[in-house]
């Protein structure tokens, strides 16, 4: 049963995602005692939520879990694996059991899931069969689970949209997979966090499996030409029945801004249709559902803002490497130090402005065949941008780079998400001397992954020579061209 307190305390799993990112402001507004889980607590305390707790933990590690639990009478549980990894339904299920058996330990009184909607009798997806599998682990250890099962999800920042967006504005004439003819119905971002709120408040929701939709059934030929209109654009299809679901993702890789890892189990998941067969929810929770129209309208306003809620790419894509032990020890470091009359706050501002429109201070076409050469191999390339021009916070993505520590007016470290024969970080610090003056530090290191990761160092290291020397010395200048028209 749900807790009988009118102030019933809420355990956030996945709040750094982009539906939970969503979700924990909500809750926080309509005063629930909110506490988040988070594997680098960091990225969460760099969103400034008031009134958060937030504790350290991860599925994967059960030990981890208790602490966080403690106390809690209702969990969100909204992680899920979206890579195309090697394991990722092991890996599911196991993250899931451990919350499931940490959840029934500590005395959680409900488990509020959010899953994906395709009938199980169908031959579902790897990525689909894993997420339904994931509700019934839940529930397994009789804790009360409502599971919500939706079908894409359309707003600013989701990936489902992303995709269909890019196509048509990069596409008009497109050739269409058999995939297109798929029928969904999709459902808005506003209505799913107003189904996942609500079920706090309706009783009749607890311990059900739920299918949530949209107010249509369309195909993905049908949104497609809905968001052309919407964007005032012509689109032609040509059907082809030759293109897999892995030429498919390549595809898309190499046309959208979402990466191969992402694309790969979306349009693997088209083989089935995702269409809500039992609406009970909607007798339960009563809403003025979006049309799919409205939904896009609203999205692409959304799109314009500096400060998103969340996106896709805040999702850590970056998968731990096993560096061979053989190499472990070899560790190599470009560094660069410069001496600069301008104060350290004016070259930092510069600093945090790097990537997105505003490049990488110099050879921007070298860093973008970088990033065309890595969306070629499956990678996340160039595309995913920034979050926000001027301001950064931890777990945001920078182009192909993310953003592993961050002292505002200090430091900024960031961790390379592109495809390499190892690990690669890049890390700027500024300081002030003794003598008025401040110092500039960058500092480009890598991690070899056996013989193979260090030929590619020694390959490329005229070319990081070139740049990055270079580099240090524009981002300097620009802040002193940027500091002089402020005082002039």
Known sequence: MVNSSSDPKILVAGASGYIGGRLVPILLKEKYSVRCLARTPEKLKARNWPSVEIIEGDVLNPVTLETALKGIDIAYYLIHSMGN????????????RNFAVAARETGVKRIIYLGGLAKASENLSPHLKSRQEVGQILGETGIPVTELRASIIIGSGSASFEIIRDLVNKLPIMITPRWVKSLCEPISIQNILQYLTGCLTEPRTVGQILEVGGEEVLSYKEMMKTVAEVLGKKLWMIPVPVLTPRLSAYWLNLVTTVPMSIAYPLIEGLRNDSITSNDQIKSWIKLDLLSFRESVEIALIKETSLSPESRWTEADLMKDQIIS????????????????????????????????????????????????????IGGVGMRRGRR????????????FWRVEKFEPGKYLKLRAEMKLPGKAWLEFRVKDTYDQKSLFEQTATFTPSGITGIAYWYLVMPFHFLVFRNMAKRLVKSAAAQSSSRTD
């Open 325 to 376: 032990e053989k190499w472990s020890a070899k560790i190599f470091h470009d560094q660069r130090k410069i001496l600069s009359s301008l104060p350290a706050e004016s070259i930092f501002n510069t600093v945090q402005r790097i990537g997105g429109n505003v490049g990488w201070y110099y050879a921007d076409w070298l860093w973008k065949l970088r990033g065309l050469l890595d969306r070629l």
């Open 388 to 399: 926000h021009p001027t301001e950064l916070r931890i777990g945001d993505p920078v182009d």
């Open 85 to 96: 990894q090697k394991n990722f339904e092991e890996t599911d299920a196991r993250g899931a």
